[in-house]
C-alpha cells in the first residue's frame, strides 16, 4: 500500500516479468498479471505476496540474478556457441545481452543480506552450509484449474544464490504437488536445494567464505565445533580447552605432539579429537 500500484507494477515491468526473456528454447509464455488500469487495493495486495498472478521459472532466476548481481538485468541463454564439427571452429558465439538496471548496487546488497538472512535465520535454514555463504527464499504456489485454486495442491519451490556475498551461481528447483509430506517449503525443497548446492560448490571450485550471518541453531540441529590448536599443550589443559568436546588420548609423555582433525578445522559437536602424546 505504501509502493502504490504505479510503483509496484514499474519494479514488476523493470524486473521483466510479463514479457518473455527471449532465451533460446521454444514455448516460452508471457507469464500473466493484472492490466495496470484493473488493479484495485485487493489486487494490489495479492500480486505484493505473488497470488493471482502467473510468472515463469527463467523469469524469476532472471530477475533474482539482477537482484544479487548490483541490479542489472540480462538476457538469459542457453548455447554458448554453435561450432563446424570437423574443426571445432566457432560459427557463432553467444554471450550475455545487457537489458536495463533495475536497482542500485547499494539495494543489491542490501537483498543479498536478506536473502542470507533467511538461510541462516529464517525459512530456508534447512539450506544452510556451514562455511559457504548461501542465500535464498522459499515459495508456495497453489495451482489453479478451471478459474479455481485447488486444495492442498501447491508447486513448492526454492530460489537459492551462491555465494551470497558474491554470486556464481542461481538455482531454482520446484516440486508439483508434493505429497506425503508438510505443504511448506522448507521442508520439502529446501533440504534438496543443499544437495544440489553442495554439487556446485564442487562443480565451480567455490571457496569457503568468511562473514556470512551466523546460523541460528533450534533443539535438533547439530551443532559444529572449531578445532584449536592442542600442539604443546597437557592433556589437563586440552581437556578444558575443548569442552565440551571429549578428548581422545594416545601415547606416552607429557604433552601433546599430534591431533586430529587439524586445528582451525569444524566438526561435530559430538566427535572427538584425537591426541598423540610425547
Not at 45 to 69: C, D, E, H, K, L
Amino acid at each position: 500500500m505504501l509502493l502504490g500500484k504505479e510503483r509496484l507494477f514499474n519494479y514488476i515491468d523493470l524486473f521483466g516479468f510479463g514479457e518473455k526473456t527471449g532465451i533460446d528454447l521454444n514455448g516460452e509464455s508471457n507469464g500473466i498479471l493484472f492490466s495496470l488500469d484493473k488493479v484495485k487495493d485487493l489486487e494490489l495486495a495479492t500480486t505484493a505476496f505473488g497470488q493471482g498472478v502467473s510468472v515463469t521459472p527463467i523469469q524469476q532466476v532472471r530477475a533474482v540474478s539482477a537482484v544479487v548481481n548490483g541490479g542489472n538485468l540480462y538476457k538469459p541463454y542457453i548455447v554458448k556457441s554453435i561450432q563446424e564439427p570437423t574443426t571445432n571452429s566457432v560459427i557463432k558465439e553467444f554471450d550475455k545481452t545487457f537489458i536495463r538496471k533495475t536497482i542500485t548496487k547499494e539495494t543489491s546488497d542490501i537483498m543479498k543480506y536478506a536473502l542470507e538472512s533467511v538461510v541462516a535465520l529464517g525459512g530456508g535454514r534447512y539450506a544452510f552450509i556451514k562455511d559457504y555463504r548461501v542465500g535464498g527464499k522459499t515459495g508456495t504456489a497453489q495451482k489453479v484449474e478451471d478459474g479455481k485454486y485447488l486444495v492442498n495442491n501447491y508447486i513448492m519451490s526454492f530460489m537459492a544464490v551462491v555465494p551470497s556475498n558474491d554470486p556464481k551461481a542461481v538455482l531454482y528447483l520446484a516440486i508439483d504437488n508434493p505429497k506425503n509430506t508438510a505443504l511448506l517449503s522448507s521442508y520439502t525443497t529446501a533440504p534438496i536445494a543443499r544437495r544440489i548446492l553442495l554439487d556446485i560448490i564442487d562443480a565451480l571450485s567455490i571457496p569457503k567464505q568468511e562473514g556470512g550471518i551466523e546460523e541460528k541453531y533450534i533443539w535438533n540441529d547439530i551443532k559444529y565445533y572449531e578445532v584449536p590448536n592442542l600442539i604443546g599443550l597437557k592433556v589437563s589443559e586440552a581437556t578444558k580447552l575443548i569442552y565440551p568436546v571429549e578428548l581422545e588420548v594416545s601415547g606416552n609423555g607429557d604433552y601433546i605432539i599430534e591431533q586430529s582433525p587439524s586445528p582451525k578445522e569444524k566438526i561435530d559437536i559430538t566427535s572427538k579429537i584425537r591426541v598423540l602424546l610425547g
